[in-house]
């Protein structure tokens, strides 16, 4: 088994070293350690750094925490396990951030991306339309994934037309997500990435539990069982899928 976790927050409290050696036993032999803000990217490039082979880090402000403002990123963009913008976006659900603070914040990070070439990974809760405003107001990075996608077919379909890829998480075991399952079933293989948003949204049979990348296997799993198709074939695809759009060099 090769599996990538496309996304998952290692250095939050609660996930440790065994975690990853759990994670790696499993065949979930790489995985992305995403930043928040500027303390827990930080963190996520030192646990890249000290963790062993596979792991990588990237460099955000998620939109709860917008009003910290994109400049406290700048020392951080340089560390060499880098490989993303994000996690980044709106978030109309909590509004933690004024939302006129969240779409600034959001299309300068996109800049970043742009300007750094890197990957960028997207946050949206309710709030698809805006979140595909700014998009097509700076411009969608070549390499760009819609996160913990959650959406019906109608939001992947808007999604996938603007380039994106869609990375699907615990939340397509869950029994009441008839739509993100059918929004599984029509990403196109070669856009198509899985994550467990770790230590959030565990998959069944660990719902309500905390979540780890070890994890991974079971929601490509399900991703397969939603597209009736081999779970090799997942698998393969989303590993093929995550080292083109984070630029991991076939580590």
């Not at 996938?160 to 869950?174: D, Q, R």
Request: glycine share 8%; net charge negative.
């Amino acid at each position: 088994m090769a599996w990538t976790d496309s996304h998952a927050h290692l250095q939050y409290d609660g996930i440790s070293t065994d975690a990853i050696a759990r994670a790696r036993a499993a065949g979930v032999s790489r995985m992305i350690c995403i930043g928040t803000d500027a303390a827990h990217s930080e963190s996520a490039i030192e646990l890249a750094r000290r963790g062993g082979p596979g792991l990588w880090a990237t460099v955000g402000l998620h939109p709860h925490d917008a009003s910290a403002g994109v400049a406290s990123l700048d020392p951080l963009w340089d560390a060499p396990e880098v490989v993303a913008v994000g996690e980044c976006g709106l978030d109309y659900y909590y509004d933690h951030s004024p939302r006129d603070v969240q779409r600034r914040a959001f299309a300068e990070q996109i800049g970043v991306a742009h300007s750094r070439s890197l990957a960028l990974v997207i946050h949206t809760r309710e709030a698809w339309n805006d979140t595909l405003a700014v998009l097509a107001s700076e411009g969608v990075p070549e390499r760009t994934v819609i996160h913990c996608f959650s959406g019906g077919p109608a939001e992947a379909e808007r999604c996938l037309a603007v380039g994106a890829s869609l990375s699907f998480s615990g939340i397509v075991t869950f029994k009441n997500a008839d739509e993100v399952r059918a929004a599984a079933a029509l990403c196109p293989l070669d856009r198509l990435l899985v994550e467990t948003d770790a230590p959030f949204l565990a998959p069944v049979p660990h719902r309500g539990k905390s979540n780890e990348p070890s994890y991974v296997p079971l929601v490509g799993a399900a991703v397969a069982a939603a597209r009736r198709s081999p779970l090799a074939e997942v698998e393969l695809a989303s590993w093929d899928n995550a080292e083109r759009l984070f630029d991991l060099g076939g580590g």
